[in-house]
Every structure is written in C-alpha cells, then in structure tokens.
C-alpha cells in the first residue's frame, strides 16, 4: 500500500530541471507567501470582533500559531525547497486551517478539532517529503523520519485533547485550560522541529573549513550543484573553481537524453573560467548531495590538471563532510605533451 501511494506521490513531483517547471515552481511558493500575507491582513480585522478576554487569547494563540508557521515556512523553503505539488496543495489547505483558527472562538472542541487538523497537515506534509527524499542520503532522509514521527506525536496529543476536553465540566476554567494546553503544544512543536532540521542538521555539516576560501569555494559549489539538470539520473553535481586572480567560477552537471553529451559540473566551470581568460587555477570545489563524497572523474582530473598542476588543491563536498586532496594524490602521472 505504500509503494502505491509513494508512486502517485512521485507523479506529482516538480521536475525544475525545465524552464517551465521553474516558473510553475516559483508560482507555486509566491502564492503560499501571498495567501500568508491575505491571513495576516485580514485577521486584524478580527480585534474589533473581540468581546473579551477569553477571544482576544484565542485570537492571540491564532496569530502566534500563523507567524510560528510563516517563521518555519520560510526558512523551511531557503533550506529544503519543497518539490512537490501535493505540498503546495498541503500548504493551501493550512492557509484555510489558519483562517480558520484566527476566525473562530467558539465552541471550545471546534477550535480543538482546527489544531488537531493543523497537525495532521504537518504530518502528511512530512510524509509526502519522505517519499521524495531518497536520493538526497540516508542522513537527510532519518532527519524527515524524526519530523514526521514528531508531527504524528503532536497530531495524537490533540486528538487526545479533544477527547478529554469533552469530560470537562461546560466551565470557562475548563475553556482556559484547553487554550493554555494548546500555546504550550505550537511553541513546543515549534521547537522541537527547529531542533530536528537545525541542530541535528547541523551535527552532520562540515563544523569548520580550514579558511574562508575553501568554505566559500564549497557554498559556491554547492548553489551550483541545485542548478543541475540531472533528469536522468537525479544525481547532482556542482563545480567551483578559483583562479589565481581571485575569481571563483561555477558550473553544474547537465543531463541530455543520450547521455553521450551529457556535461559534467567540472567541465561547465572550466569552461566558464576558459571563456574569462583565465589562465591558472589555484583550487576546485565539488559538492553532491548524497551521503558519499565524490572526487572528479578520471577525465576532469586530467582537465583539472593541466589548468592548475600538481599542487592544485581538490576539495571533495557533501552536506555531511569533506576532505581534500592536490592533485599530485589524484592523477599521480597526470599527462602532459
């Protein structure tokens, strides 16, 4: 029953690897920012239909809860940009879920319910990532696991709320209760999932460079490996290469169908740093995704080699680690004419 449901999932997945697609995939995040924009303006209108403590925490609770979501979607989107229309679809409907909480007061399990179907969303939002996240590396893949196991969590404890707040007496003290209970439920999810995709993230980056240079030259990689065109084979490949004048230029892997004419991520950047004038090279950076790091293949070493020598600094990039090589240590009888 999985594999179905991962296969219509996969259906559904943003292929940007096509002009087309990218302008579908920035209109797609333009309109979540924009219906956020809609919630926020609108439910001001609310203050004035506030008739006493009671609604104006509710409405309170609301907000946080949107701003909390805002917060978490856009820096959610900087790091893990979502490919997938049926997340989007799951982003509109908790746009309506949102409105939802900030426009209703009363009856108590009615709010309840709206939360408890927030979580839901969150989850099956999680759920829909797990199934695209496969060729990104098991590291990544557990860090999705724990979030959606989170929501799932969070999802259950609402649930349970609903079902204790009816053995409540029909008391404002009750009513208070259950508010109180749900702030304490948004603000700890929140935190618990920016500890998920943020500390536990951050255990498994590079801690530190051995200077500027080589971190800038593995960012620059890095931003060039998301440009790829790898339709074919989803494997991912950016290029940094530093001449000796200072300039860094980029370039990524791009698939065609016949393969035979497929460029590689070094062979783009060399090609950009030919084009410039640029004579020598003093270092290369090359980033994937996955959970191995990957060195240039045999051919890029040989072109490496003869713009930079064998004292030219490799550095091998993942998300995870890296480690660096001359390449004297890569191609120890490079060719020469």
């Given at each position: 029953?999985?594999?179905?449901?991962?296969?219509?999932?996969?259906?559904?997945?943003?292929?940007?690897?096509?002009?087309?697609?990218?302008?579908?995939?920035?209109?797609?995040?333009?309109?979540?920012?924009?219906?956020?924009?809609?919630?926020?303006?609108?439910?001001?209108?609310?203050?004035?239909?506030?008739?006493?403590?009671?609604?104006?925490?509710?409405?309170?609770l609301?907000?946080?809860?949107?701003i909390?979501?805002?917060?978490?979607?856009?820096?959610?989107?900087?790091?893990?940009?979502?490919?997938?229309?049926?997340?989007?679809?799951?982003?509109?409907?908790?746009?309506?879920?949102?409105?939802?909480?900030?426009?209703?007061?009363?009856?108590?399990?009615?709010?309840?319910?709206?939360?408890?179907?927030?979580?839901?969303?969150?989850?099956?939002?999680?759920?829909?990532?797990?199934?695209?996240?496969?060729?990104?590396?098991?590291?990544?893949?557990?860090?999705?696991?724990?979030?959606?196991?989170?929501?799932?969590?969070?999802?259950?404890?609402?649930?349970?709320?609903?079902?204790i707040?009816?053995?409540?007496?029909?008391?404002?003290?009750?009513?208070?209760?259950?508010?109180?209970?749900?702030?304490?439920?948004?603000?700890?999810?929140?935190?618990?999932i920016?500890?998920?995709?943020?500390?536990?993230?951050?255990?498994?980056?590079?801690?530190?460079?051995?200077?500027?240079?080589?971190?800038?030259?593995?960012r620059?990689?890095?931003?060039?490996?998301?440009?790829?065109?790898?339709?074919l084979?989803?494997?991912?490949?950016?290029?940094?290469?530093?001449?000796?004048?200072?300039?860094?230029?980029?370039?990524?892997?791009?698939?065609?169908?016949n393969?035979?004419?497929?460029?590689?991520?070094?062979?783009?950047?060399i090609?950009?740093?030919?084009?410039?004038?640029?004579?020598?090279?003093?270092?290369?950076?090359?980033?994937?995704?996955?959970?191995?790091?990957?060195?240039?293949?045999?051919?890029?070493?040989?072109?490496?080699?003869?713009?930079?020598?064998?004292?030219?600094k490799?550095?091998?990039?993942?998300?995870?680690?890296?480690?660096?090589?001359?390449?004297?240590?890569?191609?120890?009888?490079?060719?020469?004419?």
């Open positions: 029953m999985f594999n179905y449901f991962s296969k219509i999932i996969l259906l559904c997945e943003i292929d940007r690897t096509t002009l087309g697609k990218n302008k579908e995939y920035r209109s797609l995040g333009e309109l979540v920012t924009i219906l956020f924009a809609v919630i926020f303006g609108m439910g001001l209108s609310e203050l004035a239909e506030v008739k006493n403590g009671y609604d104006l925490i509710v409405l309170i609301g907000y946080i809860t949107v909390l979501s805002w917060w978490g979607y856009n820096w959610g989107i900087i790091r893990h940009p979502e490919t997938n229309v049926l997340n989007y679809i799951i982003d509109v409907l908790l746009m309506a879920v949102y409105w939802w909480l900030i426009y209703l007061r009363h009856p108590l399990w009615l709010i309840l319910l709206g939360y408890t179907i927030m979580f839901m969303l969150y989850w099956i939002w999680e759920v829909v990532r797990l199934c695209n996240e496969n060729a990104l590396g098991s590291i990544k893949r557990k860090i999705i696991q724990d979030a959606s196991r989170m929501n799932l969590l969070f999802f259950t404890l609402s649930a349970a709320l609903i079902m707040s009816w053995h409540f007496p029909r008391m404002r003290l009750s009513e208070w209760i259950c508010i109180v209970v749900l702030f304490v439920f948004v603000v700890v999810y929140r935190v618990l920016y500890r998920i995709y943020h500390d536990k993230g951050s255990q498994e980056r590079p801690s530190t460079y051995v200077n500027d240079l080589e971190e800038t030259l593995a620059r990689a890095r931003d060039a490996a998301s440009n790829a065109r790898v339709h084979s989803d494997f991912r490949v950016g290029a940094a290469i530093v001449a000796e004048s200072g300039i860094i230029y980029t370039g990524c892997n791009i698939e065609f169908d393969y035979s004419n497929t460029i590689h991520a070094e062979e783009a950047a090609s950009a740093f030919v084009n410039a004038g640029e004579k020598k090279a003093s270092a290369v950076a090359v980033y994937t995704f996955g959970d191995d790091i990957a060195f240039p293949c045999g051919m890029c070493r040989q072109s490496l080699f003869e713009l930079g020598g064998e004292k030219m490799v550095l091998a990039c993942n998300p995870h680690r890296y480690e660096k090589r001359t390449m004297e240590e890569l191609l120890p009888a490079g060719f020469k004419l």
